[in-house]
């Protein structure tokens, strides 16, 4: 089975510095992955997805991820962050199901706060 | 164009109760997901809906949760004797035939006391 671990609980970082966040999987195959965001009281935004070929994949509001297979890691990562990007971060990994579907299965999250 | 919407935003009910939560989808996306986030922890999985059908209910928790979606667009997520544990924000999704990416709705927030 498909699982996914984010290893930081809470993340502070000074407004225009770089973020990483980071995120490893565990899936038998090729994964299907995705970064959502979360803001208070809102739905999960899609950020960005991979599901083949450049392992470095660009999303909205200035975000990046790479994969790396050898590491089972799909970091996100941001040069320079705005205090509008304290949120809730979510890795997660996509399986197929019956019927073309895509199930996620999601890491427990990254709480992102941004100082002025 | 509207997103996916979901009704109530918040329910509180007794321990014991029965409950719906209603899901709109995205017009003409035929897959529908409803996951279950608690506390402290990421979305989980429920029940994928393809058109009518429901395709995979592996997730859901016993067999006081049902859900149904019988003309392939709005679903009810249902849940009876609700417990306390059941307390957790439930969350919608939707995407077209054959993609990937799911849309989100806000989520029902249920609070069982």
């Known amino acids: 089975a498909q699982s996914v671990t984010q290893p930081d609980i809470h993340i502070t970082v000074s407004e225009g510095a770089s973020l990483e966040l980071r995120c490893n999987y565990s899936y038998g195959a090729t994964p299907y992955l995705f970064w959502y965001v979360q803001s208070p009281g809102q739905g999960l935004q899609l950020l960005l997805k991979?599901?083949?070929?450049?392992?470095l994949v660009q999303g909205i509001k200035g975000f990046e991820a790479e994969f790396k297979r050898s590491q089972s890691s799909f970091n996100l990562r941001k040069p320079s962050v705005h205090w509008s990007d304290a949120a809730e971060y979510f890795c997660a990994v996509g399986a197929r199901l019956t019927g073309g579907g895509n199930k996620l299965t999601f890491g427990t999250g990254t709480q992102l706060k941004v100082e002025l | 164009g509207a997103g996916v919407s979901q009704t109530p935003s918040n329910k509180v009910t007794e321990k014991g109760k029965y409950v719906e939560l209603r899901c709109d989808p995205i017009s003409g996306h035929t897959a529908l997901y409803w996951y279950r986030q608690s506390l402290g922890q990421g979305p989980e999985f429920l029940i994928y809906f393809q058109g009518t059908g429901a395709a995979d209910d592996s997730g859901l928790p016993n067999d006081r949760f049902f859900a149904v979606r019988p003309e392939g667009s709005v679903s009810t997520l249902k849940i009876q004797r609700t417990e306390r544990g059941d307390s957790a924000v439930y969350l919608c999704a939707s995407s077209p035939m054959g993609h990937t990416e799911a849309f989100f709705g806000q989520g029902t927030r249920l609070t069982v006391v």
């Open positions: 991979y599901f083949s070929g450049d392992t």
